[in-house]
Every structure is written in structure tokens, then in C-alpha cells.
């Protein structure tokens, strides 16, 4: 397979179509890549809090709508809800997770699955095959997207490999694989499956440039060649230390109560972040988190505006935009450069909205077993 990384390629003049686009994290990081973007997201709440951001967005089931609508569009991402099957291998969850895959395969084969869609024990499981019929239609129409980048937990990466063979036979390079948010920089613990896909780009996995965190391991003791992990005091800089114990169990024990400290990486932020309780050195209750605090730990700039009905949720649900830069740039086998994204990140949104400065992208030394070196990148 030829390998055209090198070639010129500005991210810049491409438009992405965001179904299930949610707050806004996918949409966030294409437009500091310097993309135009436009979602689709059917959530009352999430769809108020995009137009509170300045984000194009068709307020709209993505089963109502279809490519022609965005006949411009280059890219298309995405991370569909995927509750029905999130527990894959026990139960119902497996069962959907059967179901799902058994309609890929009819999809490969043209045959119209709308009415065993309709016989789904819950509708929602029907959702994650969305960007597939996407793609399968655009393609269908003579007007192929470029690029295809979805995401979601990591238990629906079985579906993104069963879509790879799919797109494989459209004529894209696939990457699927698992990503861990702190190792991009993310102030958080979370795992996040990923599906890459490039009709003319051969896509790589992202490459970390954070080490990895593990308990108990001090912060900085990782692979030299990485920086080390980023901390809740750093992100959000209250200017003391502070205790988050999470509102839920820990291994389905109600007592053993998750606990991490400023400084250390949040644990997965959930649509219940708003229930963590938050403890100083001597115990004493401190003020939970805010709506900009925890987009905070998400990547989302401080002053993203929330809309304060159901604004956990929302961050619960959304990709952290820094780690969508990465998956961006992976599609097209490129990295971003970390000092310019750590910027984008810190300035203020409507400010970086504007900006005719999108984040600059390169070529990794992928001979550095994986390491992302920028002075052997070759930067076009």
C-alpha cells in the first residue's frame, strides 16, 4: 500500500458532518484544526448549548437526514449512543451487540435492514449503524467522504472492527483501536474506541505524547520521551489541594468509594460528575464542581457556556475535544503539535472560534517505536 503522508495536506479545507454531535467536542477540535463543521443532534439541551457556542447545527434525528443534506462535507465523525450495548458479553448486552453485528454484515451486502431495525428490543441499538448507512449512501451517490472518524466506550470497538472490513472494500484504510485520554494530554482517566478511516491518506493510531497513568506510579516515572500525565489542580488551578470521591461505588461496592486528588488525573468524568464530592486536607466538604470545571476536564476551553439544564450529562457524553484533534489528524496520518493545541485549549473559545490560526499538524517518525518525535516530523 503506498504510503502518501507526505504529501501537502492542509486540514484546513476540509468540512466535517458531526452526527450525534452532541456539546460540541468533535466539532470544538475540527474547528481548531481550522475545519468548517456542521452537527446534527436532536438532544434539547445539547442543542442549546451548541448554538450557545456558535456551532451550526441542524436540530434533527440523524435517521431523518442523509449525506445530500451536506453535499459539501469531506468528513464524517461521530460517536452514536451506544448504551444498549455497553456491557457487551453479559445479558441484553451481548444480545444487542449480536444483533448489531449480524446487521453489518446484511448492510455489506446491500440488502435493507429497515424493518429488522424496527425489531430491535430498543430502538437505540439501530443507532451506532447510522454513520455506516452514511457512508454506504455517499458512496452509493458517486460523492464519497474523504475521511471517516467515529468514536465511542470501548466495549463497541467489536462494531468498528466489524465496519472495517466494509469501508475496506469502498476503498479506505482503516485503523480501529483503543485510546487512553491522559496519554493525549486529557486530565483524565477514560478509554475511548476509535474507528479511522482515509480513501487517500493511509490513517495511523494516534500517537500518545503523555505517559500512561497508573496507581500508585508517581507522576513523571513513565517513558522518558513522553510528558508526564496532566493533573486536575493543573487543569482547573483552584490553588490548593483538593479530594474528588466519586458519587458511586467502586466495583459495585457502595462504600469503596473512588477517590483521586489534584494530583492526579480525574477518573472518568460521567454524565453524575455534578454528584462528586469534593474534600480538602482535612476532610471539610469544598465546592463541587462547576459546568466549566468539568468541560474542563474534558479540554473544553473555561469559557464554554453550558446550558445549565442537563449540562452534566453533556459532558459526561462528549469527546474530549484535545483527544478529537488527535483522532483528526490520525485519519490523516498526521499528529498536532502539542504547544499549539495546550494554546487552543487555554484561550478563550469565542475568541479561538474566530481564529485564522488552526492548530499545525506533521508527520510523526513513526520508526521511534511509536514515539511522536517533532524534530524528525516532517512538517508540511
Same mark, same amino acid.
Given at each position: 500500500?503506498?504510503?502518501?503522508? !507526505?504529501?501537502?495536506?492542509?486540514?484546513?479545507?476540509?468540512?466535517?458532518?458531526?452526527? #450525534?454531535?452532541?456539546?460540541?467536542?468533535?466539532?470544538?477540535?475540527?474547528?481548531?484544526?481550522?475545519?468548517?463543521? *456542521?452537527?446534527?443532534?436532536?438532544?434539547?439541551?445539547? *442543542?442549546?448549548?451548541?448554538?450557545?457556542?456558535?456551532?451550526?447545527?441542524?436540530?434533527?434525528?440523524?435517521? =431523518?437526514?442523509?449525506?445530500?443534506?451536506?453535499?459539501?462535507?469531506?468528513?464524517?465523525?461521530?460517536?452514536?449512543?451506544?448504551?444498549?450495548?455497553? $456491557?457487551?458479553?453479559?445479558? !441484553?448486552?451481548?444480545?444487542?451487540?449480536?444483533?448489531?453485528?449480524?446487521?453489518?454484515? +446484511?448492510?455489506? +451486502?446491500?440488502?435493507?435492514?429497515?424493518?429488522?431495525?424496527?425489531?430491535?428490543?430498543?430502538? %437505540?441499538?439501530?443507532?451506532?449503524? =447510522?454513520?455506516?448507512?452514511?457512508?454506504?449512501?455517499?458512496?452509493?451517490?458517486?460523492?464519497? &467522504?474523504?475521511?471517516?472518524?467515529?468514536?465511542?466506550?470501548?466495549?463497541?470497538?467489536?462494531?468498528?472492527?466489524?465496519?472495517?472490513?466494509?469501508?475496506?472494500?469502498?476503498? &479506505?484504510?482503516?485503523?480501529?483501536?483503543?485510546? +487512553?485520554?491522559?496519554?493525549?494530554?486529557?486530565?483524565?482517566?477514560?478509554?475511548?474506541?476509535?474507528?479511522?478511516?482515509?480513501?487517500?491518506?493511509?490513517?495511523?493510531?494516534?500517537?500518545?505524547? *503523555?505517559?500512561?497513568?497508573?496507581?500508585?506510579?508517581?507522576?513523571?516515572?513513565?517513558?522518558?520521551?513522553?510528558?508526564?500525565?496532566?493533573?486536575?489542580?493543573?487543569?482547573?488551578?483552584?490553588?490548593?489541594? #483538593?479530594?474528588? $470521591?466519586?458519587? &458511586?461505588? !467502586?466495583?459495585?461496592?457502595?462504600?469503596?468509594?473512588?477517590?483521586?486528588?489534584? =494530583?492526579?488525573?480525574?477518573?472518568?468524568?460521567?454524565?453524575?460528575?455534578? %454528584?462528586?464530592?469534593?474534600?480538602? *486536607?482535612?476532610?471539610?466538604? /469544598?465546592?463541587?464542581?462547576?459546568?466549566?470545571?468539568?468541560?474542563?476536564?474534558?479540554? #473544553?476551553?473555561?469559557? &464554554?457556556?453550558?446550558?445549565? /439544564?442537563?449540562?452534566?450529562?453533556?459532558?459526561?457524553?462528549?469527546?474530549?475535544?484535545?483527544?478529537?484533534?488527535?483522532?483528526?489528524?490520525?485519519?490523516?496520518?498526521?499528529?498536532?503539535?502539542?504547544? /499549539?493545541?495546550?494554546?487552543?485549549?487555554?484561550? !478563550?473559545?469565542?475568541?479561538?472560534?474566530?481564529?485564522?490560526?488552526?492548530?499545525?499538524?506533521?508527520?510523526?517518525?513513526?520508526?521511534?517505536?511509536?514515539?511522536?518525535?517533532?524534530?524528525?516530523?516532517?512538517?508540511?
Amino acid at each position: 500500500m503506498e504510503d502518501n503522508r !507526505s504529501a501537502p495536506c492542509d486540514l484546513s479545507t476540509h468540512s466535517v458532518v458531526d452526527l #450525534f454531535a452532541g456539546p460540541g467536542g468533535i466539532d470544538v477540535a475540527a474547528t481548531w484544526l481550522g475545519m468548517s463543521t *456542521h452537527g446534527v443532534e436532536w438532544d434539547d439541551d445539547a *442543542h442549546a448549548t451548541r448554538i450557545e457556542a456558535g456551532l451550526d447545527t441542524d436540530h434533527r434525528d440523524v435517521r =431523518e437526514l442523509g449525506p445530500k443534506k451536506f453535499p459539501n462535507a469531506t468528513i464524517l465523525a461521530g460517536g452514536p449512543p451506544c448504551q444498549t450495548f455497553t $456491557v457487551a458479553g453479559s445479558g !441484553s448486552g451481548r444480545d444487542a451487540l449480536d444483533d448489531v453485528l449480524k446487521l453489518i454484515d +446484511r448492510m455489506a +451486502r446491500a440488502e435493507d435492514v429497515s424493518s429488522s431495525l424496527k425489531r430491535l428490543d430498543d430502538e %437505540r441499538t439501530g443507532l451506532v449503524l =447510522e454513520p455506516l448507512r452514511w457512508v454506504l449512501e455517499a458512496h452509493g451517490a458517486g460523492r464519497p &467522504y474523504e475521511a471517516v472518524v467515529l468514536e465511542q466506550v470501548q466495549t463497541v470497538l467489536p462494531v468498528w472492527e466489524a465496519m472495517k472490513p466494509v469501508l475496506e472494500s469502498l476503498g &479506505y484504510k482503516v485503523v480501529c483501536t483503543v485510546l +487512553r485520554t491522559e496519554e493525549f494530554g486529557v486530565p483524565q482517566t477514560r478509554r475511548r474506541a476509535v474507528l479511522l478511516a482515509n480513501r487517500t491518506v493511509t490513517p495511523i493510531h494516534p500517537v500518545p505524547t *503523555h505517559q500512561s497513568y497508573r496507581a500508585g506510579m508517581a507522576r513523571g516515572t513513565g517513558e522518558s520521551h513522553l510528558l508526564p500525565w496532566e493533573t486536575m489542580g493543573s487543569a482547573l488551578e483552584r490553588g490548593k489541594w #483538593f479530594e474528588v $470521591v466519586s458519587n &458511586y461505588g !467502586s466495583g459495585g461496592i457502595p462504600s469503596a468509594r473512588g477517590r483521586r486528588t489534584s =494530583e492526579q488525573p480525574s477518573a472518568t468524568v460521567t454524565g453524575k460528575i455534578s %454528584r462528586n464530592r469534593i474534600v480538602d *486536607h482535612m476532610g471539610v466538604e /469544598q465546592e463541587r464542581f462547576s459546568p466549566a470545571e468539568a468541560g474542563r476536564l474534558q479540554t #473544553f476551553p473555561l469559557d &464554554y457556556k453550558w446550558v445549565a /439544564q442537563g449540562w452534566a450529562q453533556q459532558v459526561g457524553n462528549a469527546m474530549p475535544p484535545r483527544l478529537a484533534v488527535h483522532a483528526l489528524a490520525a485519519a490523516f496520518g498526521r499528529v498536532p503539535v502539542t504547544e /499549539q493545541l495546550d494554546s487552543k485549549i487555554e484561550e !478563550s473559545w469565542m475568541r479561538s472560534r474566530v481564529s485564522d490560526t488552526p492548530v499545525a499538524t506533521v508527520v510523526p517518525d513513526l520508526r521511534m517505536e511509536g514515539a511522536l518525535d517533532l524534530g524528525a516530523a516532517v512538517a508540511v
